[in-house]
Protein backbone atom coordinates (compact mmCIF):
# COMPACT_ATOMS: atom_id res chain seq x y z
CA UNK A 1 0.00 0.00 0.00
CA UNK A 2 2.76 2.08 0.67
CA UNK A 3 4.81 1.26 -2.39
CA UNK A 4 1.08 2.66 -4.44
CA UNK A 5 0.89 5.98 -2.58
CA UNK A 6 4.82 6.05 -3.19
CA UNK A 7 3.95 5.78 -7.04
CA UNK A 8 1.15 7.83 -7.16
CA UNK A 9 3.40 10.83 -5.33
CA UNK A 10 5.80 10.14 -7.58
CA UNK A 11 3.55 10.64 -10.74
CA UNK A 12 2.05 13.19 -9.50
CA UNK A 13 4.87 15.28 -9.21
CA UNK A 14 5.96 14.20 -12.81
CA UNK A 15 2.27 15.73 -14.31
CA UNK A 16 3.18 18.72 -12.16
CA UNK A 17 6.82 19.13 -13.54
CA UNK A 18 5.59 18.81 -17.29
CA UNK A 19 2.55 21.15 -16.21
CA UNK A 20 0.10 18.89 -16.74
CA UNK A 21 -3.30 18.67 -15.11
CA UNK A 22 -4.69 15.09 -14.29
CA UNK A 23 -8.65 14.53 -14.56
CA UNK A 24 -11.14 11.80 -15.09
CA UNK A 25 -14.68 12.07 -15.75
CA UNK A 26 -17.49 9.21 -14.47
CA UNK A 27 -19.66 8.93 -17.35
CA UNK A 28 -22.54 7.61 -15.38
CA UNK A 29 -22.30 10.22 -13.25
CA UNK A 30 -20.53 12.88 -14.73
CA UNK A 31 -18.56 13.40 -11.86
CA UNK A 32 -15.23 15.40 -12.78
CA UNK A 33 -12.08 14.85 -10.31
CA UNK A 34 -9.18 17.25 -11.33
CA UNK A 35 -6.13 18.07 -10.02
CA UNK A 36 -5.02 21.60 -9.36
CA UNK A 37 -2.77 21.62 -12.09
CA UNK A 38 -5.71 20.94 -14.42
CA UNK A 39 -7.72 23.65 -12.42
CA UNK A 40 -5.30 26.18 -13.39
CA UNK A 41 -5.01 25.24 -16.48
CA UNK A 42 -9.02 26.46 -16.72
CA UNK A 43 -8.19 29.88 -14.67
CA UNK A 44 -9.50 28.03 -11.55
CA UNK A 45 -8.32 28.27 -8.08
CA UNK A 46 -6.72 25.30 -6.12
CA UNK A 47 -9.74 25.26 -3.50
CA UNK A 48 -12.71 26.60 -5.73
CA UNK A 49 -14.97 23.51 -7.26
CA UNK A 50 -14.67 22.72 -10.65
CA UNK A 51 -17.45 20.32 -11.96
CA UNK A 52 -18.00 19.21 -15.42
CA UNK A 53 -20.36 22.26 -16.45
CA UNK A 54 -18.23 24.19 -15.18
CA UNK A 55 -15.55 22.52 -17.75
CA UNK A 56 -18.12 23.38 -20.55
CA UNK A 57 -19.56 26.81 -19.53
CA UNK A 58 -15.52 27.80 -19.50
CA UNK A 59 -15.19 26.44 -23.47
CA UNK A 60 -15.02 28.83 -26.40
CA UNK A 61 -18.86 28.74 -27.46
CA UNK A 62 -17.34 28.43 -31.05
CA UNK A 63 -15.54 25.12 -29.80
CA UNK A 64 -18.31 23.73 -27.42
CA UNK A 65 -19.81 21.50 -29.80
CA UNK A 66 -16.37 20.39 -31.39
CA UNK A 67 -15.49 19.04 -27.74
CA UNK A 68 -18.73 17.23 -27.30
CA UNK A 69 -18.59 15.79 -30.29
CA UNK A 70 -14.90 14.50 -29.99
CA UNK A 71 -15.94 13.03 -26.37
CA UNK A 72 -19.09 11.32 -28.24
CA UNK A 73 -16.55 9.71 -30.67
CA UNK A 74 -14.34 8.62 -28.01
CA UNK A 75 -17.47 6.93 -26.14
CA UNK A 76 -18.62 5.16 -29.22
CA UNK A 77 -15.81 3.84 -30.61
CA UNK A 78 -12.98 3.52 -27.83
CA UNK A 79 -10.46 5.64 -29.58
CA UNK A 80 -8.24 8.21 -28.02
CA UNK A 81 -9.21 11.34 -26.83
CA UNK A 82 -7.05 14.68 -28.34
CA UNK A 83 -8.41 18.22 -28.71
CA UNK A 84 -7.23 21.42 -28.75
CA UNK A 85 -9.34 24.33 -27.78
CA UNK A 86 -10.46 27.86 -26.51
CA UNK A 87 -11.58 28.34 -22.84
CA UNK A 88 -12.51 31.89 -21.73
CA UNK A 89 -11.67 32.57 -18.04
CA UNK A 90 -13.54 34.07 -15.44
CA UNK A 91 -11.79 37.52 -16.10
CA UNK A 92 -12.96 37.38 -20.07
CA UNK A 93 -9.53 36.31 -21.16
CA UNK A 94 -8.51 33.90 -23.75
CA UNK A 95 -6.61 31.13 -23.66
CA UNK A 96 -5.80 27.59 -24.79
CA UNK A 97 -5.76 23.60 -23.66
CA UNK A 98 -4.73 20.61 -25.19
CA UNK A 99 -6.63 17.53 -23.82
CA UNK A 100 -5.61 13.99 -24.36
CA UNK A 101 -7.21 11.08 -22.58
CA UNK A 102 -8.49 7.27 -22.81
CA UNK A 103 -11.19 5.06 -21.85
CA UNK A 104 -10.96 3.14 -18.45
CA UNK A 105 -13.46 0.26 -18.03
CA UNK A 106 -14.18 -2.34 -15.41
CA UNK A 107 -13.57 -5.87 -15.40
CA UNK A 108 -16.30 -6.76 -17.69
CA UNK A 109 -14.97 -4.43 -19.93
CA UNK A 110 -17.40 -1.18 -19.56
CA UNK A 111 -16.10 1.53 -19.77
CA UNK A 112 -16.50 3.79 -17.10
CA UNK A 113 -14.51 6.42 -16.78
CA UNK A 114 -12.36 8.87 -19.03
CA UNK A 115 -8.79 9.22 -17.29
CA UNK A 116 -6.36 11.75 -19.42
CA UNK A 117 -4.31 14.75 -18.60
CA UNK A 118 -4.28 18.97 -20.00
CA UNK A 119 -1.99 21.24 -20.91
CA UNK A 120 -1.80 25.21 -21.57
CA UNK A 121 -0.74 25.60 -24.91
CA UNK A 122 -1.85 29.38 -25.00
CA UNK A 123 1.96 30.76 -25.23
CA UNK A 124 2.54 27.54 -28.09
CA UNK A 125 -0.71 28.64 -29.78
CA UNK A 126 0.27 32.62 -29.57
CA UNK A 127 4.02 31.96 -30.78
CA UNK A 128 2.39 29.81 -34.14
CA UNK A 129 -0.14 33.08 -34.36
CA UNK A 130 2.82 35.27 -34.73
CA UNK A 131 4.62 32.90 -36.71
CA UNK A 132 1.63 33.07 -39.06
CA UNK A 133 1.15 36.58 -38.81
CA UNK A 134 5.03 36.89 -39.52
CA UNK A 135 4.65 34.63 -42.34
CA UNK A 136 1.90 36.44 -43.84
CA UNK A 137 3.64 40.10 -43.45
CA UNK A 138 7.07 38.15 -45.33
CA UNK A 139 4.48 36.88 -47.90
CA UNK A 140 3.08 40.24 -48.82
CA UNK A 141 6.65 41.86 -48.84
CA UNK A 142 7.61 39.87 -50.62
CA UNK A 143 4.75 39.43 -53.20
CA UNK A 144 5.82 43.28 -52.81
CA UNK A 145 9.12 43.53 -54.12
CA UNK A 146 8.53 40.60 -56.27
CA UNK A 147 5.50 42.79 -58.31
CA UNK A 148 8.16 45.55 -57.79
CA UNK A 149 10.78 43.25 -59.53
CA UNK A 150 8.48 42.19 -62.17
CA UNK A 151 7.38 45.96 -62.49
CA UNK A 152 10.99 46.97 -63.04
CA UNK A 153 11.98 44.16 -65.01
CA UNK A 154 8.79 44.99 -67.23
CA UNK A 155 10.21 48.41 -67.43
CA UNK A 156 13.87 47.16 -68.24
CA UNK A 157 12.75 44.92 -70.89
CA UNK A 158 10.30 47.60 -72.60
CA UNK A 159 13.40 50.28 -72.15
CA UNK A 160 15.16 47.76 -73.93
CA UNK A 161 13.07 47.26 -76.80
CA UNK A 162 12.63 50.97 -77.10
CA UNK A 163 16.43 51.03 -77.40
CA UNK A 164 16.88 48.12 -80.11
CA UNK A 165 13.93 49.93 -81.77
CA UNK A 166 15.58 52.86 -81.71
CA UNK A 167 18.70 51.32 -82.83
CA UNK A 168 16.94 50.18 -85.71
CA UNK A 169 15.16 53.04 -86.96
CA UNK A 170 19.02 54.96 -86.50
CA UNK A 171 20.68 51.79 -88.43
CA UNK A 172 17.89 52.14 -91.23
CA UNK A 173 17.89 56.36 -90.82
CA UNK A 174 21.98 55.70 -91.43
CA UNK A 175 21.08 53.41 -94.20
CA UNK A 176 18.63 54.96 -96.04
CA UNK A 177 21.14 58.67 -95.65
CA UNK A 178 23.79 56.66 -97.14
CA UNK A 179 21.70 55.36 -100.08
CA UNK A 180 20.61 58.69 -100.29
CA UNK A 181 23.90 60.14 -100.88
CA UNK A 182 25.30 57.23 -102.77
CA UNK A 183 21.86 57.73 -105.24
CA UNK A 184 22.26 61.55 -105.53
CA UNK A 185 25.83 61.42 -106.32
CA UNK A 186 25.10 58.69 -109.16
CA UNK A 187 22.16 61.12 -110.12
CA UNK A 188 24.53 63.85 -110.48
CA UNK A 189 27.50 62.18 -112.23
CA UNK A 190 24.33 60.13 -114.84
CA UNK A 191 23.16 64.08 -115.20
CA UNK A 192 26.56 65.19 -116.56
CA UNK A 193 26.70 62.36 -118.86
CA UNK A 194 23.28 63.36 -120.23
CA UNK A 195 24.12 67.10 -120.64
CA UNK A 196 26.52 66.39 -123.13
CA UNK A 197 24.96 63.73 -124.54
CA UNK A 198 21.87 65.90 -125.19
CA UNK A 199 23.37 69.27 -125.92
CA UNK A 200 25.20 67.49 -128.96
CA UNK A 201 22.28 65.38 -130.09
CA UNK A 202 19.70 68.67 -129.89
CA UNK A 203 23.15 70.39 -132.11
CA UNK A 204 23.56 68.03 -134.01
CA UNK A 205 19.62 67.98 -135.25
CA UNK A 206 19.74 71.45 -135.55
CA UNK A 207 22.32 70.72 -138.30
CA UNK A 208 21.45 67.63 -140.30
CA UNK A 209 19.01 69.75 -142.33
CA UNK A 210 16.65 67.60 -144.07
CA UNK A 211 18.05 64.13 -143.75
CA UNK A 212 15.26 62.22 -142.23
CA UNK A 213 16.83 59.08 -141.52
CA UNK A 214 19.22 61.36 -139.24
CA UNK A 215 16.47 63.14 -137.87
CA UNK A 216 14.55 59.66 -136.54
CA UNK A 217 17.98 58.18 -135.40
CA UNK A 218 18.54 61.60 -133.40
CA UNK A 219 14.97 61.53 -132.08
CA UNK A 220 15.55 58.47 -131.10
CA UNK A 221 18.92 58.99 -128.95
CA UNK A 222 16.98 61.95 -127.54
CA UNK A 223 14.32 59.82 -126.30
CA UNK A 224 16.44 57.49 -124.54
CA UNK A 225 18.28 60.38 -123.41
CA UNK A 226 15.12 62.17 -121.87
CA UNK A 227 14.39 58.92 -120.32
CA UNK A 228 17.09 58.77 -118.38
CA UNK A 229 16.91 61.94 -117.17
CA UNK A 230 13.68 61.10 -115.90
CA UNK A 231 15.30 57.97 -114.31
CA UNK A 232 17.80 60.27 -112.06
CA UNK A 233 15.24 62.54 -111.56
CA UNK A 234 13.36 59.61 -109.66
CA UNK A 235 16.66 59.00 -108.06
CA UNK A 236 17.25 62.48 -107.08
CA UNK A 237 13.71 62.27 -105.87
CA UNK A 238 14.56 59.40 -103.46
CA UNK A 239 17.56 61.43 -101.89
CA UNK A 240 15.54 64.24 -101.80
CA UNK A 241 17.36 66.47 -103.92
CA UNK A 242 14.85 67.38 -106.57
CA UNK A 243 13.65 70.34 -107.81
CA UNK A 244 9.78 71.07 -106.18
CA UNK A 245 7.40 73.69 -106.99
CA UNK A 246 6.14 73.96 -103.91
CA UNK A 247 2.52 75.43 -104.12
CA UNK A 248 -1.14 74.79 -102.11
CA UNK A 249 -2.89 72.00 -104.07
CA UNK A 250 -6.44 71.01 -103.64
CA UNK A 251 -6.06 67.35 -103.27
CA UNK A 252 -9.92 65.98 -104.15
CA UNK A 253 -9.43 68.18 -107.39
CA UNK A 254 -6.25 66.77 -108.60
CA UNK A 255 -7.25 63.21 -107.54
CA UNK A 256 -10.26 63.55 -109.43
CA UNK A 257 -8.64 64.92 -112.61
CA UNK A 258 -6.23 62.25 -112.80
CA UNK A 259 -9.34 59.57 -112.77
CA UNK A 260 -9.19 58.78 -116.65
CA UNK A 261 -5.47 58.23 -116.62
CA UNK A 262 -5.38 56.01 -113.46
CA UNK A 263 -8.42 53.79 -114.86
CA UNK A 264 -6.27 53.74 -118.15
CA UNK A 265 -3.05 52.65 -116.55
CA UNK A 266 -4.35 50.06 -114.38
CA UNK A 267 -6.80 48.66 -117.04
CA UNK A 268 -10.13 47.03 -117.22
CA UNK A 269 -9.75 43.98 -114.62
CA UNK A 270 -8.52 47.01 -111.99
CA UNK A 271 -11.83 49.02 -110.14
CA UNK A 272 -10.98 52.16 -108.75
CA UNK A 273 -12.82 53.58 -105.98
CA UNK A 274 -12.28 57.03 -104.80
CA UNK A 275 -13.66 58.90 -101.64
CA UNK A 276 -12.71 62.61 -102.37
CA UNK A 277 -14.47 64.71 -99.71
CA UNK A 278 -14.62 68.07 -100.94
CA UNK A 279 -13.76 69.86 -97.72
CA UNK A 280 -10.59 69.11 -97.27
CA UNK A 281 -7.79 71.92 -96.84
CA UNK A 282 -5.34 72.35 -99.39
CA UNK A 283 -1.53 71.19 -98.55
CA UNK A 284 1.71 72.60 -99.57
CA UNK A 285 3.39 70.31 -102.53
CA UNK A 286 4.48 69.77 -105.79
CA UNK A 287 1.17 68.96 -107.78
CA UNK A 288 2.94 67.50 -110.58
CA UNK A 289 5.35 65.26 -108.20
CA UNK A 290 1.92 63.96 -105.99
CA UNK A 291 0.17 63.03 -109.62
CA UNK A 292 2.98 60.90 -110.27
CA UNK A 293 3.14 59.75 -106.69
CA UNK A 294 -0.43 58.47 -107.24
CA UNK A 295 0.21 56.80 -110.41
CA UNK A 296 3.04 54.98 -108.90
CA UNK A 297 1.05 53.64 -106.05
CA UNK A 298 -1.78 52.52 -108.37
CA UNK A 299 0.36 50.99 -110.67
CA UNK A 300 2.23 49.21 -107.68
CA UNK A 301 -1.32 48.63 -106.22
CA UNK A 302 -2.36 46.86 -110.11
CA UNK A 303 0.26 44.79 -110.33
CA UNK A 304 -0.05 43.34 -107.00
CA UNK A 305 -3.25 42.25 -107.84
CA UNK A 306 -2.77 40.16 -111.42
CA UNK A 307 -6.14 38.40 -111.14
CA UNK A 308 -7.62 41.92 -110.96
CA UNK A 309 -9.57 44.02 -107.84
CA UNK A 310 -10.36 46.81 -106.10
CA UNK A 311 -7.96 49.67 -105.84
CA UNK A 312 -9.19 52.18 -102.83
CA UNK A 313 -8.35 55.87 -103.06
CA UNK A 314 -9.50 57.33 -99.97
CA UNK A 315 -8.25 60.88 -99.01
CA UNK A 316 -9.19 62.66 -95.29
CA UNK A 317 -7.55 65.00 -92.72
CA UNK A 318 -5.36 63.54 -90.49
CA UNK A 319 -4.24 65.57 -87.13
CA UNK A 320 -0.50 65.03 -85.26
CA UNK A 321 -0.94 66.12 -82.07
CA UNK A 322 2.42 65.58 -80.37
CA UNK A 323 5.50 65.77 -82.57
CA UNK A 324 6.74 62.01 -83.42
CA UNK A 325 9.56 60.10 -85.14
CA UNK A 326 8.06 60.51 -88.70
CA UNK A 327 5.64 63.79 -88.30
CA UNK A 328 5.59 67.32 -86.68
CA UNK A 329 2.65 68.24 -85.00
CA UNK A 330 0.35 69.66 -86.74
CA UNK A 331 -2.80 69.25 -89.70
CA UNK A 332 -2.05 66.76 -92.51
CA UNK A 333 -4.39 65.47 -95.72
CA UNK A 334 -3.59 61.58 -95.88
CA UNK A 335 -3.90 60.36 -99.81
CA UNK A 336 -4.73 56.40 -99.05
CA UNK A 337 -3.89 53.78 -101.81
CA UNK A 338 -5.04 50.46 -100.74
CA UNK A 339 -5.39 46.83 -102.97
CA UNK A 340 -6.33 43.46 -102.09
CA UNK A 341 -3.00 41.66 -103.56
CA UNK A 342 -1.23 39.67 -101.81
CA UNK A 343 0.51 41.57 -99.28
CA UNK A 344 4.27 41.68 -97.97
CA UNK A 345 5.87 39.91 -94.66
CA UNK A 346 7.50 42.11 -92.21
CA UNK A 347 10.82 41.59 -93.74
CA UNK A 348 9.77 42.99 -97.41
CA UNK A 349 8.38 45.73 -95.69
CA UNK A 350 10.98 47.02 -94.47
CA UNK A 351 12.85 47.18 -97.76
CA UNK A 352 9.78 48.83 -99.46
CA UNK A 353 11.23 51.78 -99.92
CA UNK A 354 14.47 50.95 -100.77
CA UNK A 355 16.02 52.24 -104.55
CA UNK A 356 16.12 49.31 -106.83
CA UNK A 357 14.06 46.74 -104.63
CA UNK A 358 11.33 45.08 -106.38
CA UNK A 359 9.35 42.07 -105.76
CA UNK A 360 7.92 41.92 -109.29
CA UNK A 361 9.63 40.09 -111.89
CA UNK A 362 12.60 40.95 -113.37
CA UNK A 363 12.09 43.51 -116.12
CA UNK A 364 9.19 44.07 -114.72
CA UNK A 365 9.79 47.22 -112.31
CA UNK A 366 12.78 50.08 -111.56
CA UNK A 367 12.24 49.82 -108.00
CA UNK A 368 12.32 53.10 -107.73
CA UNK A 369 8.59 53.60 -107.35
CA UNK A 370 8.66 54.25 -103.94
CA UNK A 371 11.86 55.13 -102.54
CA UNK A 372 10.64 58.12 -104.96
CA UNK A 373 7.42 58.54 -102.92
CA UNK A 374 9.36 58.00 -99.50
CA UNK A 375 12.07 60.81 -100.81
CA UNK A 376 8.93 63.01 -102.08
CA UNK A 377 7.33 62.39 -98.66
CA UNK A 378 10.19 63.85 -96.71
CA UNK A 379 10.75 66.64 -98.90
CA UNK A 380 7.64 68.19 -98.35
CA UNK A 381 7.77 67.71 -94.37
CA UNK A 382 5.38 64.51 -94.53
CA UNK A 383 5.84 60.95 -94.42
CA UNK A 384 4.76 57.65 -96.20
CA UNK A 385 3.28 54.76 -94.27
CA UNK A 386 3.46 51.40 -95.84
CA UNK A 387 1.04 48.27 -93.88
CA UNK A 388 0.22 45.01 -95.32
CA UNK A 389 -1.22 42.20 -94.36
CA UNK A 390 -0.38 38.61 -96.16
CA UNK A 391 -3.52 37.04 -98.34
CA UNK A 392 -5.67 40.78 -97.49
CA UNK A 393 -3.62 43.20 -98.83
CA UNK A 394 -1.36 46.62 -98.80
CA UNK A 395 -2.40 49.83 -98.03
CA UNK A 396 0.46 53.11 -98.62
CA UNK A 397 -0.71 55.96 -96.98
CA UNK A 398 1.20 59.69 -97.74
CA UNK A 399 0.83 62.68 -95.39
CA UNK A 400 0.91 66.07 -96.69
CA UNK A 401 1.11 69.59 -94.49
CA UNK A 402 -1.78 71.13 -95.09
CA UNK A 403 -1.16 74.79 -96.67
CA UNK A 404 -1.96 78.02 -94.78
CA UNK A 405 -3.25 79.50 -98.13
CA UNK A 406 -6.14 77.92 -100.54
CA UNK A 407 -4.86 76.69 -103.68
CA UNK A 408 -6.05 78.52 -107.15
CA UNK A 409 -9.05 76.64 -108.76
CA UNK A 410 -7.36 77.10 -111.80
CA UNK A 411 -3.60 77.87 -112.67
CA UNK A 412 -2.69 79.58 -116.07
CA UNK A 413 -0.11 77.84 -118.35
CA UNK A 414 3.07 79.67 -118.68
CA UNK A 415 4.69 78.94 -122.32
CA UNK A 416 8.13 80.11 -122.95
CA UNK A 417 8.46 82.97 -124.79
CA UNK A 418 11.43 82.69 -127.69
CA UNK A 419 10.99 85.68 -128.67
CA UNK A 420 11.96 87.22 -124.99
CA UNK A 421 14.50 84.70 -124.89
CA UNK A 422 16.27 86.48 -128.56
CA UNK A 423 15.26 89.77 -127.32
CA UNK A 424 18.09 89.69 -124.48
CA UNK A 425 20.58 90.21 -127.92
CA UNK A 426 24.04 88.55 -127.95
CA UNK A 427 26.42 88.53 -124.97
CA UNK A 428 29.39 88.11 -123.66
CA UNK A 429 29.24 84.93 -121.50
CA UNK A 430 31.63 83.28 -118.99
CA UNK A 431 31.34 79.46 -119.10
CA UNK A 432 32.85 77.91 -116.10
CA UNK A 433 32.41 73.84 -115.85
CA UNK A 434 35.67 70.99 -115.33
CA UNK A 435 34.06 68.51 -117.32
CA UNK A 436 35.27 69.52 -120.60
CA UNK A 437 32.56 67.48 -122.45
CA UNK A 438 29.86 69.34 -121.09
CA UNK A 439 31.74 72.90 -121.28
CA UNK A 440 32.00 71.55 -124.96
CA UNK A 441 28.28 71.35 -125.14
CA UNK A 442 27.12 74.11 -123.39
CA UNK A 443 29.57 76.34 -125.72
CA UNK A 444 28.02 75.20 -128.59
CA UNK A 445 24.79 75.56 -127.42
CA UNK A 446 25.11 79.01 -126.47
CA UNK A 447 27.65 80.29 -129.43
CA UNK A 448 24.17 78.97 -131.36
CA UNK A 449 22.63 81.70 -129.76
CA UNK A 450 24.71 84.10 -130.22
CA UNK A 451 26.63 84.67 -127.84
CA UNK A 452 30.40 85.36 -127.37
CA UNK A 453 31.50 82.35 -124.92
CA UNK A 454 34.92 82.86 -122.96
CA UNK A 455 35.44 79.34 -121.39
CA UNK A 456 37.08 78.29 -118.02
CA UNK A 457 37.94 74.14 -116.45
CA UNK A 458 38.03 75.81 -112.83
CA UNK A 459 37.37 78.46 -110.13
CA UNK A 460 40.80 79.81 -110.08
CA UNK A 461 40.66 80.12 -114.07
CA UNK A 462 37.38 81.77 -113.99
CA UNK A 463 38.64 84.45 -111.22
CA UNK A 464 41.73 84.86 -113.89
CA UNK A 465 39.54 85.65 -116.87
CA UNK A 466 37.17 88.05 -114.59
CA UNK A 467 40.24 90.08 -113.57
CA UNK A 468 42.75 89.94 -116.59
CA UNK A 469 40.27 89.39 -119.48
CA UNK A 470 37.28 91.82 -121.24
CA UNK A 471 34.37 92.11 -119.13
CA UNK A 472 31.40 90.07 -119.44
CA UNK A 473 27.49 89.79 -118.97
CA UNK A 474 27.15 86.95 -117.23
CA UNK A 475 28.78 84.31 -115.63
CA UNK A 476 27.34 80.15 -115.86
CA UNK A 477 29.16 77.97 -113.47
CA UNK A 478 29.07 74.42 -112.17
CA UNK A 479 28.53 73.84 -108.78
CA UNK A 480 30.71 70.62 -108.10
CA UNK A 481 34.11 71.47 -108.78
CA UNK A 482 37.09 70.20 -107.27
CA UNK A 483 38.88 73.18 -105.18
CA UNK A 484 36.60 76.07 -105.67
CA UNK A 485 33.10 74.82 -106.13
CA UNK A 486 30.77 76.63 -107.75
CA UNK A 487 29.40 78.61 -104.06
CA UNK A 488 32.90 79.88 -103.78
CA UNK A 489 33.75 81.35 -107.06
CA UNK A 490 30.80 83.24 -107.15
CA UNK A 491 31.36 85.01 -103.46
CA UNK A 492 35.38 85.50 -104.87
CA UNK A 493 33.53 86.65 -108.08
CA UNK A 494 31.47 88.86 -106.70
CA UNK A 495 34.29 91.08 -104.99
CA UNK A 496 35.60 91.72 -108.53
CA UNK A 497 32.64 92.45 -110.17
CA UNK A 498 29.65 93.00 -107.72
CA UNK A 499 26.77 93.25 -109.88
CA UNK A 500 27.79 89.89 -112.23
CA UNK A 501 25.19 87.98 -112.86
CA UNK A 502 25.48 84.81 -112.31
CA UNK A 503 23.78 81.55 -113.23
CA UNK A 504 24.51 78.05 -110.79
CA UNK A 505 24.23 75.03 -113.51
CA UNK A 506 24.43 71.96 -111.44
CA UNK A 507 23.63 67.90 -111.57
CA UNK A 508 21.79 67.93 -107.91
CA UNK A 509 18.25 69.41 -107.77
CA UNK A 510 19.44 71.44 -104.56
CA UNK A 511 22.49 73.00 -103.59
CA UNK A 512 23.93 72.25 -100.43
CA UNK A 513 21.99 73.41 -97.08
CA UNK A 514 23.63 76.35 -95.68
CA UNK A 515 24.87 78.12 -99.25
CA UNK A 516 24.19 81.70 -98.66
CA UNK A 517 23.64 82.99 -102.40
CA UNK A 518 20.87 84.32 -103.90
CA UNK A 519 21.51 83.05 -107.01
CA UNK A 520 19.31 81.29 -109.85
CA UNK A 521 19.92 77.63 -110.53
CA UNK A 522 19.35 75.85 -113.49
CA UNK A 523 19.45 71.81 -113.45
CA UNK A 524 21.66 69.55 -115.13
CA UNK A 525 20.44 68.27 -118.44
CA UNK A 526 19.40 71.05 -119.85
CA UNK A 527 18.21 71.87 -123.12
CA UNK A 528 18.96 75.08 -125.51
CA UNK A 529 15.48 76.14 -124.77
CA UNK A 530 15.78 76.13 -120.82
CA UNK A 531 19.19 77.66 -120.89
CA UNK A 532 18.12 80.48 -123.47
CA UNK A 533 15.21 80.98 -121.09
CA UNK A 534 17.38 80.74 -118.02
CA UNK A 535 19.86 83.70 -119.38
CA UNK A 536 16.94 85.66 -120.38
CA UNK A 537 15.71 85.62 -116.36
CA UNK A 538 18.60 86.66 -114.97
CA UNK A 539 19.62 89.16 -117.63
CA UNK A 540 16.69 91.23 -117.80
CA UNK A 541 16.39 90.69 -114.42
CA UNK A 542 19.58 92.56 -113.82
CA UNK A 543 17.89 94.89 -115.97
CA UNK A 544 15.16 95.51 -113.88
Known amino acids: MEALDEGERRL ?42 DLLSSIHPDDQERMQAAVRATVETGA ?59 E ?29 QLRQSQKMEAIGQLTGGVAHDFNNLL ?21 RLIDGALQGARRGASLTQRLLAFSRRQDLKIEPVALPGLVRGMEDMLRRSVGSSIQIEADLPENLPSVSADA ?26 QLRQGDVPFTTDQLSAGKYVVMSVADQGHGMDEETLKKAVEPFFSTKELGKGTGLGLSMIHGLAIQ ?19 WIPVSETTADTETPERKTDT ?86 ASGYA ?7 LDVPRLGKPYTQIQLATEIAKVLNATVD
Open 419 to 504: RAVAATGPKRILLVDDDILIAMSSVDMLMDLGHDVVEAHSGEEALECLRDGPAVDLMITDYSMPGMNGGDLVKAARTISPTLPVLI
Open 288 to 313: NQVELALLNLAVNARDAMPGGGTIRI
Open 12 to 53: QTALEAGRLGAWELDLATEILTTSTTCKAIFGRGANEPFTYA
Open 80 to 138: DYSIEYRTVWRDGSTHWAEIRAQLYKDRSGTAVKLVGVSADITARMQAEENQRRLNEIL
Open 380 to 398: LNGHLSLTSTIGIGTTAEL
Open 510 to 516: ELPPGLD
Open 140 to 168: QRVAERTHELQEAHANVMAEVSQRERAED
Open 195 to 215: MAVMGNLEMLERHVGDDSRAK
